[in-house]
């Protein structure tokens, strides 16, 4: 996803710029830039890598204390230097940088030409910074007065940065939908989409509302706007509650991707240490009391790893609690007419907290009922954190790999968590067991870090495919959904997850020794219906990996390989079963040679809709 930096102050920018540049580099990202203001404004921009933008840095005298960049994920035009950001006015008064979508673009790019303008890029960007200079040339204001117009007729979701000649030092940001937050320290001001880049500088920071704009220069307390254009008293928090979330490094690992996967047993550890020690209740919610125990439904909205987290949800509290839970595709949510009723509760799950169609999902419901979203998120000050009437904090630390894995353990243990919390209030008893396997989980988990060579050796065999299904049954179906999706983000092999018993229904067609299907055979009580399933395949020479628990030997014996996870209850076999197929997509990509870590063409969080 685009990333934004800013920074005025004393110290010379550039290479502050590039620095922070590379903090954003894991939200994924084609292309990079700066501009430094200096009199002129000078711009360096690299398709590729920020390292290209470096060396291309080193080798021109780029001076100046303020300036601003940007990191491009393609969403208008190619991912090349041409439009890449920042972007100048045509009289190259002005420079920005931009993220999110300007829906309306076209007919002012039209209206713009009109009157003269020329364009080099095929940006949406470009179009919006000649609009300012149009504007401002046209009505003679600074351009901070222009932002309420802005605001106002710009469509779509957007962050901008703006730099201006004829005001040196001075920086002014806008947000309608992207996130954009101010970092404080004494008389430096910095600018970013992200936090994490500005946990290094800051220890403060102010996080624009929705539709507000804000100058900050050299020394000045920041001024910050409503879309009214006029000045508010804006909350100022305390960065450092996120110090904990700064990633520094891989450790001894290859890959920050591999890195979380291995991270997952202590986040394991964590969820059951709270969980034993708050009695199975989460202290979070404590404000919700009324509510969840009048709630008649659950309504969970997510995307992707975050939706495969909520049908995982939606088993535990069903199976639990006894509350009937519906899962939507936030996309699908926000652009349909979802009824809503009075007894309703909307948990919304989201890593990033920063997803567009998630977001819109949340301001939607508040649009139809006043109704209280409960929010899982992974990312301490994120919108969802802000927006949401309660959040379940992952604690999963920063997640740096695209493709998402510890995010997704956390997600699923905080819903199991939750599940045991709506049942305490319903006065339910946890099921025989349950608990006592709960314990035993992060152990488990570790112990199933320890099939990985198993797992490589079995993508040895099938990194060739150029397909792939991933079948599973009842609490196994979303993590044959996720894997599924690992394996596309991450080795490209167009893979797709299916119910075991929809398979004969169309499915069953695909296969041929070509083929190969992963089974999630995790639930022991389903052994013979499973191992119909291999049959099913086999006898049509497909190639069968069966996921199955230690004691499933028979199933195992039926399948052409076998990927095993250690006895456990059956309703926690999920959490075990997610971990061989994480490592299996990480072996493929690592096999096919692919960016592990920010595979082509996606974000780590999709700002955009
Ligand atoms: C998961 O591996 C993907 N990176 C993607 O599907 C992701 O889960 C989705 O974009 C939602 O992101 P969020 O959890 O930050 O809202």
């Known amino acids: 996803m685009c990333g934004i930096f800013g920074y005025t102050g004393s110290a010379e920018a550039a290479d502050l710029l590039i620095e922070g540049l590379s903090k954003l580099e894991y939200r994924g990202y084609d292309s990079a830039g700066i501009s430094v203001l200096n009199g002129d404004i000078h711009t360096l921009k690299s398709a590729g890598n920020i390292a290209k933008l470096r060396e291309r840095r080193s080798s021109v005298d780029v001076s100046g204390t303020s300036g601003i960049a940007h990191t491009r994920w393609a969403t208008h035009g190619e991912p090349n230097e041409t439009n890449s950001h920042p972007h100048h006015s045509n009289s190259n008064r002005y420079s920005l940088v931009h993220n999110g979508i300007i829906e309306n673009y076209l007919e002012m790019k039209k209206?713009?030409?009109?009157?003269?303008?020329?364009?080099?890029?095929?940006?949406?960007?470009?179009?919006?910074?000649?609009?300012?200079?149009h504007l401002a040339n046209e009505?003679?204001?600074?351009p901070a007065d222009l932002m309420p117009e802005i605001l106002r007729d710009v469509k779509?979701?957007?962050?901008?940065?703006?730099?201006?000649?004829?005001?040196?030092?001075?920086?002014?940001a806008a947000r309608k939908g992207s996130p954009l937050i101010i970092g404080l320290d004494g008389n430096e001001q910095y600018l970013s989409s992200d936090p994490l880049a500005l946990a290094q500088h800051c220890d403060s920071a102010i996080y624009l509302e929705n539709r507000h704009y804000a100058v900050i220069a050299p020394g000045k307390k920041p001024a910050v706007y409503n879309e009214r254009g006029l000045e508010i008293v804006a909350e100022v928090a305390v960065i450092d509650q996120m110090k904990d979330q700064i990633t520094v490094d891989k450790g001894d690992f290859s890959h920050y991707t591999l890195k979380e996967i291995y991270e997952q047993p202590d986040i394991a550890r964590q969820h059951v240490a709270e969980s034993f020690q708050n009695h199975h209740i989460l202290p979070e919610l404590t404000h919700l009391k009324k509510e969840l125990v009048a709630a008649k439904r659950l309504v969970v909205i997510g995307c992707g790893t975050s939706l495969h987290a909520g049908w995982m949800g939606r088993n535990y509290i069903e199976r639990l609690a006894g509350i009937p839970v519906v899962v939507e595709q936030a996309s699908e949510f926000r652009y349909g007419e979802p009824l809503l009723f009075e007894n309703?509760?909307?948990?919304?799950v989201s890593q990033s907290g920063?997803?567009?169609?998630?977001?819109?999902?949340?301001?939607?419901?508040?649009?139809?009922?006043?109704?209280?979203?409960?929010?899982?998120?992974?990312?301490?000050?994120?919108?969802?954190?802000?927006?949401?009437?309660?959040?379940?904090?992952?604690?999963?630390?920063?997640?740096?790999?695209?493709?998402?894995?510890?995010?997704?353990?956390?997600?699923?243990l905080m819903f199991f968590r939750l599940a045991m919390h709506l049942a305490d209030l319903k006065g339910y008893n946890a099921h025989e067991g349950l608990l006592d396997d709960f314990k035993k989980l992060p152990n488990l988990i570790e112990k199933t870090l320890k099939f990985n060579e198993a797992t490589h050796e079995i993508a040895e065999k099938y990194k060739d495919s150029e397909n792939m299904l991933f079948l599973g049954r009842g609490i196994q179906f979303p993590i044959a959904m996720e894997g599924a999706l690992k394996v596309k983000e991450l080795s490209y092999i167009h893979a797709e997850g299916y119910s075991s018993a929809e398979m004969k229904h169309g499915p069953l067609a695909l296969i041929d020794e070509k083929f190969p299907t992963v089974v999630v055979a995790t639930d022991s009580e389903q052994e013979g219906k499973?191992?119909?399933?291999?049959?099913?395949?086999?006898s049509r020479k497909g190639k069968v990996i069966a996921l199955v628990q230690e004691s499933s030997t028979r199933l195992a014996n039926e399948a052409d390989d076998y990927l095993m996870v250690p006895d456990i209850h059956d309703m926690l076999a999920p959490f075990l079963a997610?971990?061989?197929?994480?490592?299996?997509?990480?072996?493929?990509?690592?096999?096919?040679?692919?960016?592990?870590?920010?595979?082509?063409?996606?974000?780590?969080?999709?700002?955009?809709e």
Request: glycine share 6%; proline share 3%; hydrophobic share 45%.
């Open 578 to 608: 997610t971990i061989p197929l994480q490592l299996l997509s990480f072996h493929f990509a690592v096999l096919r040679g692919h960016n592990v870590d920010q595979p082509r063409n996606l974000a780590k969080s999709v700002t955009v």
């Open 139 to 142: 009505t003679g204001k600074q």
């Open 156 to 172: 779509g979701s957007f962050a901008i940065a703006l730099m201006d000649t004829k005001n040196p030092g001075v920086l002014i």
């Open 344 to 348: 309703d509760i909307v948990i919304a």
């Open 111 to 133: 209206d713009l030409i009109d009157k003269g303008f020329d364009f080099k890029s095929d940006t949406d960007t470009e179009v919006l910074v000649n609009y300012i200079e």
């Open 354 to 412: 920063e997803t567009a169609d998630t977001m819109e999902g949340v301001r939607l419901v508040s649009s139809i009922r006043d109704l209280p979203v409960i929010g899982l998120c992974n990312v301490k000050g994120s919108t969802l954190y802000r927006e949401a009437s309660a959040c379940l904090m992952l604690n999963a630390g920063p997640e740096i790999g695209v493709a998402s894995t510890k995010a997704f353990m956390s997600q699923v």
């Open 530 to 538: 499973n191992i119909n399933t291999v049959k099913e395949i086999s």
